[in-house]
C-alpha cells in the first residue's frame, strides 16, 4: 500500500468526535479490493501507533490475513462475524464491555448493505474510507451500480487502487466516484502507489479563455474536476446553466446553482452545485434556472468538510430550464 494516501488520525487529534464517544473507523470495498492490506499498513505506521485497546470487526475474510503477533504488539483484539444478523447493537455493545477498546475498525463486507449498520448510542463513526480495486471496477459500475453507490456515498476518502496508469479511461473512474460520493476525496494508484491526474488536455473545454463556457453536456465533467484541482479553477470566470437551490443554511446572499445527477439510476438522483454569492440571491427561489458568469474561488464550506468551490457571481439572470439531468 502506498504511503501517500491520507493518514487515518490518531485519537489523539480526534477533537471533533463528542465526548464520550467511541471513535468507530470504517473501511468498505468488496471482497480482495484490498481492504485487509489497507488496514494492516495503518495499525503498522506510527501515526495510528496507541498503548490502549483497538477492537477490529472481520466481516469478510479474503486471501490476505491478519497476522497474530502483529495484532497483540498494536493491543488489537480481533473478532469475525460471518453474517449481517450477528451485527446487532447487542453484540456490539458485549464486545465494547469484553475488551474495553479505545477505537474501533470495521473491515466491512461489500456485498452486505452498509444502510443495515447500527451502532451502540455510545459508539461514533468518525471516519469512513472505501477502496476500490481499479481493475473491476468497471464490471461493478455497469452491473452492480446501485450497491456500489451505497457502499461508498457517505465515504470521506475513497482510494481506487490496481489502476491501468496508462488507461485513457482512468479519468471516467474519478468522474463516475464522484457521481456516487460527491464529498469524498478520491485517490488513484497504480501497482506502485502512484497517482494519475486528469490532465487539461483531457477537457471538453477551455480554460486559457477569459470567460470559460460550460456546456451542459460538459457540466458533469467541470463539477467533479473543480471539487478535485482547486489550482486548475481559482480566480477563473466561468458561465454556465443551473438549476436555483435555497437553503436557510446560507447567507441571505448566497444560493446554489446546479444540475440534478443521474449517478446511479432515476430513483437515485443528485444535485452537484456549488455555492455561489450574489446580490441577485435574495430574489431568487427554489428551482427558478439562471444562468450564471462566475468567478471560482475556493473556501472553506461545511459541507465539503474542509475547503471547497465558492462562486462570486458577476451576472445572474433568468433563463429556460434544461430538461436532461447530468449523466456519468
Known amino acids: 500500500m502506498a504511503n501517500n494516501i491520507e493518514e487515518m488520525p490518531d485519537i489523539e487529534e480526534m477533537d471533533d468526535m463528542p465526548e464520550g464517544k467511541l471513535p468507530v473507523f470504517l473501511v468498505s470495498g468488496f471482497l480482495e479490493s484490498g481492504k485487509t492490506q489497507f488496514i494492516n499498513f495503518t495499525m503498522g505506521q506510527e501515526y495510528f501507533q496507541t498503548d490502549e485497546n483497538t477492537l477490529l470487526i472481520v466481516c469478510e475474510e479474503g486471501e490476505e490475513e491478519y497476522d497474530a503477533a502483529f495484532l497483540r504488539r498494536n493491543h488489537t483484539t480481533m473478532v469475525t462475524v460471518d453474517s449481517l444478523e450477528e451485527l446487532t447493537v447487542e453484540q456490539l455493545t458485549d464486545w465494547e464491555l469484553m475488551y474495553n477498546p479505545s477505537r474501533v475498525l470495521i473491515e466491512w463486507n461489500g456485498m452486505w448493505d452498509l444502510e443495515q449498520l447500527q451502532l451502540p ?23 452492480m451500480r446501485p450497491l456500489l453507490s451505497i457502499l461508498i456515498k457517505n465515504a470521506e476518502l475513497i482510494i481506487c487502487n490496481r489502476c491501468d496508469r496508462e488507461s485513457d479511461e482512468l479519468g471516467n473512474y474519478k468522474r463516475q466516484l464522484r457521481a456516487l460520493a460527491p464529498n469524498a476525496e478520491i485517490i488513484l494508484e497504480d501497482e506502485e502507489g502512484e497517482i494519475r491526474e486528469t490532465i487539461e488536455e483531457d477537457l471538453p473545454y477551455d480554460l486559457t479563455k477569459d470567460v470559460v463556457k460550460i456546456t451542459p453536456e460538459a457540466y458533469g465533467i467541470w463539477y467533479m474536476d473543480a471539487m478535485d484541482n482547486p489550482k486548475r479553477y481559482r480566480g477563473k470566470m466561468f458561465e454556465f446553466t443551473g438549476m436555483v437551490l435555497k437553503s436557510k443554511r446560507l447567507p441571505q446572499d448566497c444560493f446554489v446553482p446546479g444540475r440534478m445527477a443521474m449517478a446511479c439510476c432515476e430513483a437515485d438522483m443528485t444535485f452537484l452545485g456549488f455555492v455561489c454569492k450574489s446580490a441577485a440571491a435574495k430574489n431568487l427561489k427554489t428551482k427558478d434556472w439562471v444562468k450564471v458568469r462566475a468567478r471560482m474561488e475556493y473556501e472553506y464550506q461545511r459541507d465539503y468538510h474542509g475547503e471547497g468551490p465558492v462562486l462570486y457571481a458577476e451576472d445572474v439572470v433568468l433563463t429556460a430550464p434544461i430538461k436532461e439531468p447530468v449523466t456519468f
Open 121 to 143: 448510542n455510545d459508539w461514533a463513526l468518525y471516519q469512513h474510507i472505501s477502496i476500490i480495486d481499479g481493475s473491476t471496477f468497471p464490471s461493478y459500475y455497469a452491473n
